[in-house]
Structure formats: C-alpha cells, structure tokens
C-alpha cells in the first residue's frame, strides 16, 4: 500500500512539473512573439500598440490563475506574484517619470508597460526544459523577480549601443573632432543637416543666434528637431555660419534591448545581478 502511494505521489509531482514546464514554455512563445512585434513597429514608427501589452498582461493572468489552481493556491506563489508586478510597477513608473521630470531619453510608456506585463506573465523566474536542455543554462544567483532580471540585462546589454557608435565614430568622424567632443564619440554621431528629415534623431547641442554669432549648448536630453530647427540649421549652414554637419543622438528603441534582455534572462540567467555579485565578492 505504501509503496502504491509512493508511486501515486511521484506520477502526480511528475504531472505537475510537465505541466509547469508547459504553461512556462507557452509564456516563453508568447511573450517573444509580442515582443518581436512591438520591436518591429517601435523601430519603424517609434511606437508599440498599447493593445500588445494588454493581451500580454491578460495571457499572464489567465496562465497565472490556471498555475495557481494547479497548485492549490500556493502561498509563496501568490506573494511571489503580486509582489512582483507591485515592485515592477512602482521602479518603471518612477523611472519613466524621473526621464520625463529631467527631458532625458530613457525608459518610455511602452517599454514601462512592456516590463509590468512581463511580470504579469511570469510570476517567479522560470525554469524549463526544452529538448534536452535546462534553461536558464547559469544557475548562479538571480534577482529575486524575474522582470527585473529582463530589465538589469536589458540595462547591461544596452552599453553595446555607445560601444558600437564609438566605433562607428572612429571611422567616420575627424579624430580632432573626437577628441574636442569625448562625450559625443560615445552617445551620437555627425550627419548632415540636408539628411535630418524624417530621420528618428535629437540634436546633441541647442543652437541660437546671439546677437548675430551662432552658439550651441550640450542638451542632456537632446533637442527635438522641428521644421523651425530644420530651417534655421540650413538657413546658418548656407550663410556660413555653422558647418555642413551636426552631432545628433539616435532615438533607440528600449523595447529591443528589454527583448534581448528577456531571451538572455531566458536562455543564460541574470547578468547584472551575477556581474554585482562578482563585483562584491
């Protein structure tokens, strides 16, 4: 009889991992499928549909609930997950408030509504296995939610972009150029005033015309380029008074970097938490 019980207790936790594993493997898909969405109308048009991120978060909710009665109603996992969204929610609001208060790019609507539906849909980090693997492949420690592993490795892999404009600078831009604007050889790039139209930029500086001298100021945020900016950089250019070329900051998109943070939080684990742990350690 004992032994008949043992057996029953192994096939029912059995069922239930297979069970977990699935209901994680359908949040996987269908989290990188919104996600690769919303990354391609972000790059086309600089913005995601709100929609995206409500069918996300209702997908979370139903999949939630179903893991919850599954589970008896586990208590770790019903404060795992609504501690989860609550600390997710108040980080990127304050964030993207923060980025608004100081006119700095940074964390946006989409990318704020992004991370709360992620946390949603996954109320602890996942652990599934997938053809043969286990997945996430590091088992070292990890942020005690998982959205804000996704956002800590989005933050660490964005770094590729001032790493990837240097370069580009190097080849492109006069060294003395870069050596007078150290800043700028990281966070924008020179283009000609001609190729500003419709192209997703700010400018790096502010101009104004001073009692006929042409000044620019550094803009943390950067400066939005309007028809009257357009018009009086051209009209200066033409009358000499400002060169064929301005440092302008591209408008990146944080949904691809939060994308590549989610697939890395996904297949390899928590990278900045690992990178602050070595660092203390």
């Not at 991992?17 to 919303?38: E, K």
């Not at 604007?181 to 000609?192: A, K």
Request: charged fraction near 15%; aromatic fraction near 14%; proline fraction near 4%.
């Amino acid at each position: 009889m004992k032994k008949h019980l043992y057996h029953r207790d192994n096939l029912l936790a059995m069922l239930d991992w297979h069970t977990m594993n699935l209901l994680n493997i359908i949040r996987v898909a269908a989290c990188l499928l919104i996600l690769g969405y919303s990354c391609v109308t972000d790059w086309k048009v600089r913005r995601a549909p709100n929609q995206l991120w409500y069918i996300l978060g209702g997908i979370g909710i139903i999949l939630g609930l179903i893991e919850l009665y599954i589970s008896n109603f586990n208590v770790f996992l019903m404060y795992s997950w609504a501690f989860g969204v609550a600390f997710i929610f108040v980080l990127v609001y304050f964030l993207y408030y923060l980025f608004q208060h100081f006119g700095m790019a940074g964390l946006g609507g989409a990318d704020a509504k992004a991370l709360i539906a992620i946390a949603i849909l996954f109320p602890y980090y996942p652990h599934i296995g997938l053809l043969g693997l286990s997945l996430p492949i590091s088992d070292v420690t990890r942020s005690l939610f998982f959205g804000l592993a996704v956002f800590g490795n989005a933050l660490v892999l964005n770094l590729a972009v001032p790493i990837a404009v240097f370069i580009y600078n190097l080849f492109n831009v006069p060294l003395s150029e870069l050596a007078s604007n150290p800043f700028n050889s990281f966070m924008g790039y020179m283009t000609r005033i001609e190729g500003l139209k419709g192209k997703y930029v700010r400018l790096m500086h502010r101009y104004s015309d001073e009692e006929g001298r042409i000044k620019k100021k550094r803009a943390l945020g950067g400066v939005e380029i309007d028809d009257k900016a357009y018009d009086d950089l051209l009209k200066w250019k033409k009358e000499g008074r400002i060169g064929e070329r301005v440092w302008v900051t591209p408008k990146i998109p944080f949904l691809i970097p939060i994308t590549a943070g989610f697939v890395a939080a996904i297949a390899y684990g928590d990278i900045l938490t690992q990178i602050i742990s070595m660092a203390i350690l």
